[in-house]
């Protein structure tokens, strides 16, 4: 398997993932809703290593402007994944933590979406690089 077929099945397996965590949260599942939370977790975790991976191929510099935005997204997705985590916590014992943990989630679930847009759109701009790694 090559890099990029890894990748594309590692988002793939994410995003259904990331689907099944949304449809557990919205059922009040529980028990489904925190194994999938931690297999979307490793899931994301191996398809950013393929990814970056698959980067190295590419020219990404000559991508423009997309390529900043995508990786300071990227970065900023990542760390702000804490929120929905900690408050998805406070949310198992809280209604107040339940509301804000819905709020939180759902600002996640967009900003992964942006970012799967916007490294779909750097890596189709990006040209390859030669063997030679020029
Ligand atoms: C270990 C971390 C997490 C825990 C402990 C947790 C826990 C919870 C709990 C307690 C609920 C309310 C449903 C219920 O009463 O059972 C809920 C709802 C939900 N969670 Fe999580 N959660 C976690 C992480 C996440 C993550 C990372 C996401 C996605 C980014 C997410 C997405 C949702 C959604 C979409 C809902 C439904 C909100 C709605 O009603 O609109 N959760 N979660």
């Given at each position: 398997?090559t890099?990029?077929?890894?990748?594309?099945?590692?988002?793939?397996?994410?995003v259904?993932?990331?689907?099944?965590?949304?449809?557990?949260?919205?059922?009040?599942?529980?028990?489904?809703?925190?194994?999938?939370?931690?297999?979307?977790?490793?899931?994301?975790?191996?398809t950013?290593?393929?990814?970056?991976?698959?980067?190295?191929?590419?020219?990404?510099?000559?991508?423009?402007?997309?390529?900043?935005?995508?990786?300071?997204?990227?970065?900023?997705?990542?760390?702000?994944?804490?929120?929905?985590?900690?408050?998805?916590?406070?949310?198992?014992?809280?209604?107040?933590?339940?509301?804000?943990?819905?709020?939180?989630?759902?600002?996640?679930?967009?900003?992964?979406?942006?970012?799967?847009?916007?490294?779909?759109?750097?890596?189709?701009?990006?040209?390859?690089?030669?063997?030679?790694?020029r």
């Open positions: 398997m890099d990029a077929q890894a990748f594309l099945a590692g988002l793939v397996t994410t259904a993932l990331l689907g099944g965590v949304i449809v557990s949260g919205l059922r009040e599942a529980r028990r489904a809703h925190i194994p999938l939370v931690l297999c979307f977790f490793a899931s994301l975790a191996l950013i290593y393929y990814a970056e991976r698959m980067g190295r191929a590419l020219d990404l510099e000559a991508a423009g402007w997309i390529t900043p935005v995508h990786l300071g997204l990227a970065k900023g997705t990542t760390v702000a994944y804490v929120l929905p985590v900690a408050t998805g916590f406070l949310a198992l014992s809280s209604e107040r933590w339940k509301a804000r943990h819905k709020v939180l989630a759902w600002l996640l679930v967009a900003l992964t979406l942006l970012t799967v847009g916007t490294g779909a759109w750097m890596a189709l701009s990006a040209p390859p690089l030669d063997p030679a790694g």
